[in-house]
């Protein structure tokens, strides 16, 4: 009576696992495809607003001039100009640019800086501000040391290989010989 109670486990058969891996690379590649959609549509909305704000650049470059607007919308436009270039390389490698999103950043605290002025805004603000821009930095000069992490490449398995015991043949760590 016993016995019949027990579950019975039945091994997966290899189409089985077919299957299952193949549901779950469908639902996988089905959900890339919707977020290259968000991005694509992402890319439109921002050329879009790239071509508004081109338009009213380009009307206030008519007299009365005020440079102070102009060399804004100009800043704009550029910061603009890379998050559309971000959005491209983000679709092309199915990654985020360090590099670029980092100069998104500094050139939009400039922006601030630079519209507001550095003499109207308070010392405490202008502090922060230095240090964010420095920290910035530090990423852009710490990302050049970093190993890229895309298209098949390990960072950990070359950092390994690069530093491994230099008193012992080098082996690769895959188990492989030379």
């Given at each position: ?11 997966m ?25 968000i ?46 270039r ?17 100069e ?30 420095m ?44």
């Amino acid at each position: 009576m016993q016995d019949s109670m027990k579950p019975t486990f039945t091994p997966m058969t290899d189409s089985d696992r077919w299957s299952a891996n193949f549901s779950r690379n469908h639902v996988v590649k089905a959900l890339e495809t919707v977020q290259d959609l968000i991005v694509v549509s992402l890319c439109i909305g921002l050329f879009c607003v790239m071509v508004i704000q081109l338009r009213d650049m380009f009307i206030s470059l008519l007299p009365p001039l005020n440079f102070h607007d102009v060399t804004a919308d100009i800043l704009f436009l550029l910061i603009l100009v890379e998050l559309f270039r971000l959005l491209i390389i983000y679709l092309q490698e199915q990654r985020i640019s360090i590099g670029v999103a980092v100069e998104v950043a500094i050139v939009s605290v400039l922006r601030e800086v630079l519209v507001r002025g550095i003499l109207e805004v308070p010392w405490t603000q202008v502090l922060a501000t230095c240090s964010f821009l420095m920290a910035l930095a530090f990423l852009l000069v710490v990302r050049v040391w970093l190993p890229p992490t895309f298209k098949g490449i390990d960072p950990e398995k070359r950092y390994a290989m690069h530093f491994h015991d230099k008193d012992f043949e080098r082996v690769p760590l895959n188990g492989q010989g030379h």
